[in-house]
């Protein structure tokens, strides 16, 4: 069973920053790439921005040079600091992580997701 827990949405004025954070607990051997996705109202979800293991970060065309992405593997934790904040970028903010996993034939990989954290950006 694998958790991940996002926190730090909240209500922000155009121009502030937020910063979210990323929690995975549970039974996983590593955690490999992690990520944060956005839907807003009435749209698709989409990719806001990508780590590999390694920390190596890349971003939607949306947000670069606003938004940056790191992680902490010691605490397996990924996070999402976002400065200069539009009105566009409400929405529900989702956690996704590509884990490994043993089980007694072997490694194996899954995909988790959290519920989310609405960030609202709004005067």
């Known amino acids: 069973q694998v958790q991940l827990v996002e926190s730090g949405g909240g209500l922000v004025q155009p121009g502030g920053s937020l910063r979210l954070s990323c929690v995975a607990s549970?039974?996983?051997?590593?955690?490999?790439?992690m990520a944060w996705h956005r839907q807003g109202s009435g749209k698709q979800r989409e990719l806001v921005a990508d780590?590999?293991?390694?920390?190596?970060?890349i971003y939607a065309d949306s947000v670069k040079g606003r938004f940056l992405i790191s992680r902490d593997n010691t605490k397996n934790t990924v996070y999402l600091e976002m400065h200069s904040l539009k009105p566009e970028d409400t929405a529900v903010y989702y956690c996704?992580?590509?884990?490994?996993?043993?089980?007694?034939?072997?490694?194996?990989?899954?995909?988790?997701w959290g519920k989310g954290t609405l960030v609202t950006v709004s005067s």
């Open positions: 549970g039974s996983f051997l590593s955690i490999n790439a």
């Open positions: 996704n992580a590509d884990l490994s996993y043993w089980t007694g034939q072997g490694t194996h990989h899954m995909n988790a």
């Open positions: 780590i590999t293991s390694s920390g190596v970060g």
